[in-house]
């Protein structure tokens, strides 16, 4: 019987003993976030093919010193892997080849005493050699047109406010080796969403490639499921409201392209 009773009391003062040793539940330390400021960088960023980027960030954790933080810049997609960079700002020149759709660029911020790590994402467009500017048609001899962009802060706001406005002339003829066949009489350009020009002339209408230094991608029956035949009269272009669409007028008749957030669906033209 004693010994029912000593058996007892060891296992009690065991139990007892393991719950007032055991306090690592309670060793509880919540770890403060890296805080990421990049002061309202735009998620979707240009930049030519050759051209400089650079985007100004302020990352840091609280009560924790700078030197404790590791940054790395990657750019991902279209077959590159590059790390740009390894400081918290990005200054760098970008050399991939230009493409119609977005490269991924990754921020990641690391905490390296808790390796813990934060990842922004960037879509990064490299376009040809021209930046996002006021496109202009005009005509020299009131029979042919060309096209003259003009860059400045006041038509794109990633441009220098300390660079001198510049004006690339006759882009439209040196990239495509002759000039607009007629005048120009309307024009419709998108800067977000689809990266594509639009320029008509009363018997054609064309779409350019503002990432590959304006050359023509379509052309007239190009953009048709079912071509014309004989005639063709452009009228305007034009968006729907009830849309989206791009609608444009041709041969008296109005015609449409669905649109999506990223660009122009290349179905063609649906006749009306």
């Known amino acids: ?40 960088t735009s998620m979707e960023l240009y930049v030519s093919q050759g051209g400089r ?4 960030t302020l990352a840091y954790k609280e009560g924790m010193d700078d030197a404790a933080l590791s940054f790395e810049w990657k750019l991902q997609g279209h077959g590159q892997h590059e790390t740009l960079g390894n400081t918290m700002i990005l200054d760098t020149v970008i050399n991939v080849p230009m493409n119609r759709e977005a490269y991924s660029l990754l921020y990641t911020v690391t905490d390296t005493e808790n390796e813990l790590t934060v990842t922004k994402r960037y879509y990064l ?20 047109s060309d096209l003259h962009l003009i860059i400045g802060k006041n038509f794109n706001r990633n441009y220098s406010k300390h660079e001198d406005d510049r004006v690339f002339e ?44 304006f050359t023509v991608i379509r052309r007239n029956n190009d953009m ?26 041709v041969n008296g008749h ?16 649906e006749c009306y």
Not at 125 to 144: I, M, S
Not at 230 to 246: I, K, M, S, T
């Open 1 to 40: 019987m004693k010994t029912k009773i000593f058996l007892g009391l060891v296992m009690i003062c065991f139990l007892l003993g393991s719950c007032f040793d055991d306090e690592s539940s309670k060793n509880v330390e919540f770890l403060k976030p890296i805080q990421i400021n990049d002061f309202s």
């Open 53 to 56: 980027l650079k985007i100004k």
């Open 125 to 144: 467009y490299v376009t040809g050699q021209y930046e996002a500017g006021l496109l202009v048609a005009d005509t020299k001899d009131e029979q042919t």
């Open 170 to 213: 006759n882009i439209y003829s040196i990239n495509n080796g002759t000039k607009i066949g007629e005048l120009v009489t309307d024009m419709k350009s998108v800067v977000a969403g689809y990266l594509e020009t639009s320029i008509a002339t009363e018997h054609s209408v064309e779409d350019l490639s503002p990432l590959d230094n």
């Open 224 to 249: 048709f499921i079912k071509a014309f035949d004989g005639e063709f009269v452009v009228g305007g272009l034009n968006n729907c409201a009830r849309g989206p669409y791009d609608v444009i007028a």
């Open 254 to 269: 109005i015609h449409k392209r669905t649109q999506n957030t990223r660009r122009r669906q290349l179905t063609g033209w």
